[in-house]
């Protein structure tokens, strides 16, 4: 492999602090892990399509909450969570559930109600090991382990926050191969549609 690009790199000169981070472009692919910048890959076609998907399920059961009374809820996908300010420390999960806020204040880890990090195989250690601790560390009540396979969504593993230990327990894991359409009561009710999940999804009826 040629080694220009090895060559090409430089060191960041000093932890990058809140201010110079809101000076960035906001297109960059980069998170930030105590103060030094961490470039990532774009997500392929496939990742992108199925966290759209699993973005707009959370987003329907969202809304069924907001009917029910649970407050103002919205999701988006590879949006900032600011978990510290020093060292800065900013991670964009794939899918976010977070309450709604005004203005455009930071989204920290309080207003989190669930963060999905969909793997693949540049992103395993990352996911569920790194981000894993950082997440329930910051406090984030609901954490989302989300495996693909050559269709779409395969697995999905849930973990809740021990405010004891600040550390995430393992609550449940939801396999698609297992047929049915799961019902999970945490962080708020709402029904797994596998097919929903998919790459490609049904069709609509007509």
């Known amino acids: 492999m040629p080694d220009a690009w090895f060559h090409a790199l430089s060191s960041q000169p000093h932890p990058l602090t809140v201010e110079e981070y809101a000076l960035l472009p906001e297109d960059l692919r980069i998170e930030v892990v ?85 793997v693949e195989a540049g992103s395993e250690t990352t996911d569920t090991v790194g981000k894993h601790a950082e997440y329930a560390r910051a406090g984030i009540l609901h954490h989302w382990i989300v495996r693909l396979d050559s269709g779409g969504i395969a697995l999905v593993e849930r973990y809740r926050l021990d405010p004891a230990t600040m550390t995430y327990r393992h609550i449940g894991t939801l396999m698609r191969d297992e047929g049915g359409a799961p019902e999970v009561s945490t962080p708020i009710a709402m029904v797994i549609d596998w097919p929903e999940l998919q790459e490609s999804p049904p069709a609509g009826p007509g």
Do not use: W
Request: glycine content about 8%.
């Open 34 to 118: 105590d103060g030094y910048v961490v470039h990532r890959p774009g997500p392929d076609r496939r990742h992108q399509i199925v966290g759209r998907h699993l973005a707009d399920l959370l987003e329907k059961h969202a809304r069924e909450a907001m009917n029910r009374g649970y407050g103002c809820l919205t999701v988006a996908n590879s949006l900032d969570v600011r978990l510290r300010d020093v060292p800065l420390h900013v991670r964009r999960p794939d899918v976010v559930l977070f309450r709604c806020l005004d203005g455009e204040e930071p989204l920290r880890p309080v207003d989190v109600v669930l963060v999905a990090e969909i």
